[in-house]
């Protein structure tokens, strides 16, 4: 088990991580979401004692991990799959770390074979793909059988089949009784995969709860209403429903969107108008949309209109209104004690997004019949062309 107290990380005037406490409990996969800068990575590091902790403190089956006899054995971790000797073949960079850790050498082989590499393993791995790379940092999670694994975005350039591995790997490794925390931005996938989510937003905890509670706590769910293309119809059941505490929002198929009134009650309502129906469903809110609704004052890196391509980034969404249109609660507030002067602030800032300009008149043409000088300079163009290496070109060969 992972467990926190009180983790605090400061870079000089930074603070990166503030107050953050939770448990990553075995026998699930727990996700870890928050927007970029939010201090996940961060996190991540002081969990594996790449990063001292300015505050508090963190353990991983009850010690901090730089007290961990034989390390690698109890926990694994992918944070950064680059992080390899780009001259080593995927079965040298394995076996130089299962000699380190006194892991036997069969060991290698078979972590090679569980993720698709063993055809590939005297390769050097500077010619392999994003995905393959991918690969290579899981295997080296796996090498030591651990009971305790970290994945920072593990499914990072893998293909469809790649990803459905990958998700099948940690629920397998979850239903072992294992502790797996996963980081990702792929909400679609945290949602295929996560039982339980850890969300921060700027250094500090969000929310900490099961995948199903969190969708239910920032999201509410609407009805999608339908009649009969007639005069007046859609007008007539849109003043009903409003009428009966209902909150109506048109489609742009025609359609509208009501919350605020359960199925059985719009079908009444409907009803006694004589408003005959013919679409009548209900719709739950994706974890994209709760996330993005609980999210969306913590976000540093925002788009802003581009006046140059024409296309408008656009506000974020309204209090009271989803990323879809759709009706969804106020943002939850922050979890934990008081923010104090100096931390992270909990508000929508973004001092880094601005517009562009507007667009510059191009510079008039010189005249055609101006004459060129016999002593200006030739113009010329950067030699853009790939220097390589004379040694890569020898391994080519």
Known sequence: ????????????????????SFQVRPGTVTGFLGPNGSGKS?????????????????TVGGQPFRQTPNAPRQVGALLDAKAV???????????????????????VDEVLGVVGLHDVARKRSKGFSLGMGQRLGI??????????????EPVNGLDP???????????GLAAEGRTVFVSSHLMSEMALTAEHLIVIGRGQLMADM?????????????????????????????????????????????????????????SD??????VRLWELSPHQASLEEAYMQLTQGAVDYRSTADQRAGWQGGPPAAAGQGPQGGFVPQPGAYQGQPVPAGAPQPQPQNP?????????????????????PASAPEATQPDNRDHRDDRDNEDAR
Do not use: C
């Open 352 to 372: 880094y997004a601005a517009p562009y300009g507007p667009p510059q008149p191009a510079a008039a043409p010189a005249p055609a019949s101006a004459p060129v």
């Open 139 to 152: 295997a080296a999670a796996l090498l030591g059988d651990p009971q305790v694994l970290l994945f920072d």
């Open 161 to 171: 089949e790649g990803i459905l591995w990958v998700r099948n790997l940690m629920k």
């Open 210 to 266: 099961s995948v199903n509670e969190f969708i239910a706590r920032n999201s509410a769910g609407f009805a999608r209403v339908r009649t009969p293309d007639e005069p007046n119809l859609r007008e007539k059941l849109t003043a009903a429903l409003a009428e009966a505490g209902g909150q109506v929002l048109p489609e742009p198929d025609g359609a509208l969107r009501v919350a605020g009134l359960p199925l059985p009650r719009i």
């Open 1 to 20: 088990m992972i467990e926190a107290v009180g983790l605090t990380k400061r870079y000089g005037a930074k603070t990166a991580v503030y107050n953050l």
């Open 85 to 107: 000797h780009g001259g080593r073949s995927a079965r040298n960079h394995l076996l130089s770390l299962a000699q380190l850790s006194g892991i036997p050498a069969r060991r």
């Open 42 to 58: 961060t996190t991540m590091r002081m969990i594996l004692g790449l990063d001292r902790p300015t505050g508090g403190t963190v």
């Open 269 to 274: 309502v409907a009803h006694a108008a004589d």
